[in-house]
């Protein structure tokens, strides 16, 4: 049973226009949230996290929220820019520390001049 | 430079053959890990080492070995390798305090005939 689920694939957005990635969890032990970014021939670029204890982190153009009653988080991206194009991850932990992450199957986004 | 270096960055053998997929940094972490990611799925732990005498296993560690013979260095065996086994592999590091993210490597890409 997949305990982290990215349900969209792909989606597309317009330069410019803000960019939701959502995922889902299943496991209510998780406490600690991550997105990364990947680009074809490279690893996954750590992007933003969120702790259970908090239910919005920003950084730049990059906002995750976290509702844990719904055991849901998004990723937005405003404004959304060409270079944004990329598979997104969002991945979960549970206890202390970030080992044992479990990923979704990532979200591809392409963002169109 | 990059922080955490793979080597190979690919490689094609045939069935039965032992194969080892080394991984170096830069960061000064002692949390090291091993994923492999299939296409179309989220990356999934094989195997994981929080200093050099500590090894765990991750959730897919079935006909993976790992050696993690200093700090900085952490490979990663296929003892006989079987086409199942062709994938990509990544490795991450991180830094031993709570909520840390992983750092990845560019990747692997291992096809076995």
């Known amino acids: 049973d997949q305990q982290v689920k990215q349900n969209s694939p792909s989606l597309s957005v317009q330069e410019g226009r803000i960019s939701i990635l959502n995922c889902d969890y299943t496991n209510s032990m998780f406490d600690y949230f991550l997105w990364y970014k990947k680009y074809p021939a490279e690893g996954p ?27 849901h988080l998004s990723l937005h991206i405003v404004p959304s820019q060409p270079g ?5 991850f969002c991945a979960a932990s549970t206890g202390a520390g970030s080992y044992q992450l479990t990923f979704g199957k990532g979200t591809k986004l392409s963002v169109i001049p | ?42 990356l999934r732990l094989i195997y994981y080492s929080f200093d050099v005498k500590d090894i765990n296993k991750g959730e897919i560690s079935d006909g993976y070995s790992v050696s993690r013979q200093a700090q900085a260095k952490f490979s990663l065996s296929l003892e006989s390798a079987i086409p199942n086994q062709t994938a990509l592999y990544f490795c991450a590091t991180s830094a031993d305090s709570i909520n840390q993210p992983q750092h990845f490597g560019d990747g692997t890409r291992l096809s076995i005939l």
């Not at chain 2, 069935?15 to 091993?34: A, P």
């Open chain 1, 45 to 71: 670029t750590f992007l933003i996290s969120i702790s259970s204890i908090k239910d919005k982190n920003e950084d730049g153009r990059f906002t995750v929220f976290l509702n844990k009653s719904a055991k």
């Open chain 1, 84 to 88: 944004d194009s990329a598979v997104y």
């Open chain 2, 1 to 42: 430079d990059a922080d955490v270096t793979q080597t190979p960055r690919n490689r094609i053998t045939k069935t039965g053959k032992r194969i080892m997929l080394e991984c170096s940094q830069t960061k000064g972490h002692d949390r090291m890990y091993w994923y492999r990611q299939d296409p179309g799925l989220g």
